[in-house]
T-cell receptor, first 115, second 108 residues
Framework: GAGVSQSPSNKVTEKGKDVELRCDPISGHTALYWYRQSLGQGLEFLIYFQGNSAPDKSGLPSDRFSAERTGGSVSTLTIQRTQQEDSAVYLC?????????????FGPGTRLTVT | RKEVEQDPGPFNVPEGATVAFNCTYSNSASQSFFWYRQDCRKEPKLLMSVYSSGNEDGRFTAQLNRASQYISLLIRDSKLSDSATYLCVVNNAGKSTFGDGTTLTVKP
């Protein structure tokens, strides 16, 4: 079946512009996660959506970052007034949370470059 | 102190070697545990879940020690294709924390 998809795969933007990154999770998965990974670094948690519950936004680095998930499916991560330090790969993952199982499946990521 | 800590390596081993990675976590309420592998410039892929009783998948064996709060991954008979970064993941009520990864290079 189809995996997690993300678009665009690459995005180059000028400092100060807003960007929107999209994630289509695996059909039927109730949870959706956003992470970012800078070159040579580990994954940094950004935000977690689970069903109809309020999202866990504890990882968002500043109020320039926001995310929404419409209809329990597609999610959009928005970065306003981008800065050069926002340059990273933004990864989306989804999972079917059942009991204690939270196996996450990742999309290919969006490589964001802020010039 | 990080919530999830891994030895970054790198581990450089010859083909056929056995190699083990450890990962420690600080939150004793953590419920689920996983190992992922990440190839260079690719997304992480689930390698295996880690169960309390330990589990094996071919050449890979994962162990969990809740008392000492660590998990381990053992790779037997290493192949060139095992070269990657291995990420330890700890989940508590849905929220996952990833270790920074251990890099393995298997050489001919």
């Amino acid at each position: 079946g189809a995996g997690v998809s993300q678009s665009p795969s690459n995005k180059v933007t000028e400092k100060g512009k807003d960007v929107e990154l999209r994630c289509d999770p695996i059909s039927g998965h109730t949870a959706l996660y956003w992470y970012r990974q800078s070159l040579g670094q580990g994954l940094e948690f950004l935000i977690y959506f689970q069903g109809n519950s309020a999202p866990d936004k504890s990882g968002l680095p500043s109020d320039r970052f926001s995310a929404e998930r419409t209809g329990g499916s597609v999610s959009t991560l928005t970065i306003q007034r981008t800065q050069q330090e926002d340059s990273a790969v933004y990864l989306c993952a989804s999972s079917f949370d059942s009991g204690n199982s939270y196996e996450q499946y990742f999309g290919p990521g969006t490589r964001l470059t802020v010039t | 102190r990080k919530e999830v800590e891994q030895d970054p390596g790198p581990f450089n081993v010859p083909e056929g070697a056995t190699v083990a990675f450890n990962c420690t976590y600080s939150n004793s309420a953590s419920q689920s545990f996983f190992w992922y592998r990440q190839d260079c410039r690719k997304e992480p892929k689930l390698l295996m879940s880690v169960y309390s009783s330990g589990n094996e998948d071919g050449r890979f064996t994962a162990q969990l020690n809740r008392a000492s709060q660590y998990i381990s991954l053992l790779i037997r008979d290493s192949k060139l294709s095992d070269s990657a970064t291995y990420l330890c993941v700890v989940n508590n009520a849905g929220k996952s924390t990833f270790g920074d990864g251990t890099t393995l290079t298997v050489k001919p």
